[in-house]
């Protein structure tokens, strides 16, 4: 049983388009986050969530709006999406916000905007 | 500004030759520390952590690491690097404001 899994591993759109990525953990776990990978591998946070409740918000574009209908969903909605969205997406959680360093990632979404 | 840098992009070892993968970091205090390890296509996997006390730390997979505050630095070793360790590690930084920052990783090739 997949301990953090996200939907789907891969995204090939067209710039403007709006996409869509899932994440749950059945860790029972109350923090979850949204971090971004680049192309050359530099990892950085994104949002974090406790409880539902948002926490951690870095300088991302209001384009990415987070949503977590519950604790254990984290989901991230992209709107009109441009070529320097491209990466990859990866879902994380902790046990809560004080193990924020102890993450349980998922396996990542690639995307692609051309 | 904080950071952690890990110097070394790309190292190649031999199977059964001991690893050392260098971290440095620029915290305001004294911060939490981390090495992840990444095998290709997958996420991040926590391989040992470091809060306080003993400075030298155990993981799984028999990994290492040792916090030296002198050299704000905290250096991930193995003694026998085997060919499935083969994968990108990152060194990672935390503290009160529960947002880890990252280094840029080390690709860890194993010859044979």
């Known amino acids: 049983d997949t301990a953090v899994s996200q939907t789907p591993k891969y995204l090939v759109t067209q710039m403007g388009n709006d996409k869509s990525i899932k994440c749950e953990q059945n860790l029972g776990h109350d923090t979850m986050y949204w971090y971004k990978q680049d192309s050359k591998k530099f990892l950085k946070i994104m949002f974090s969530?406790?409880?539902?409740?948002?926490?951690i918000n870095e300088t991302v574009p209001n384009r990415f709006s987070p949503k977590s209908p519950d604790k254990a969903h984290l989901n991230l909605h992209i709107n009109s999406l441009e070529l320097g969205d491209s990466a990859v997406y990866f879902c994380?959680?902790?046990?809560?916000?004080?193990?924020?360093?102890?993450?349980?990632f998922g396996e990542g979404s690639r995307l692609t905007v051309l | 500004a904080q950071s952690v840098t890990q110097p070394d992009i790309h190292i190649t070892v031999s199977e059964g030759a001991s690893l050392e993968l260098r971290c440095n970091y620029s915290y305001g205090a004294t911060p939490y520390l981390f090495w992840y390890v990444q095998s290709p296509g997958q996420g991040l996997q926590l391989l040992l952590k470091y809060f306080s006390g003993d400075t030298l730390v155990q993981g799984i997979k028999g990994f290492e690491a040792e916090f030296k505050r002198s050299q704000s630095s905290f250096n991930l070793r193995k003694p026998s690097v085997h060919w499935s360790d083969a994968a990108e590690y990152f060194c990672a930084a935390g503290g009160a404001t529960n947002k880890l920052i990252f280094g840029t990783g080390t690709l860890l090739a194993v010859q044979p």
């Open positions: 969530y406790n409880n539902k409740e948002l926490i």
């Open positions: 994380a959680s902790s046990q809560s916000l004080s193990k924020a360093g102890e993450l349980f």
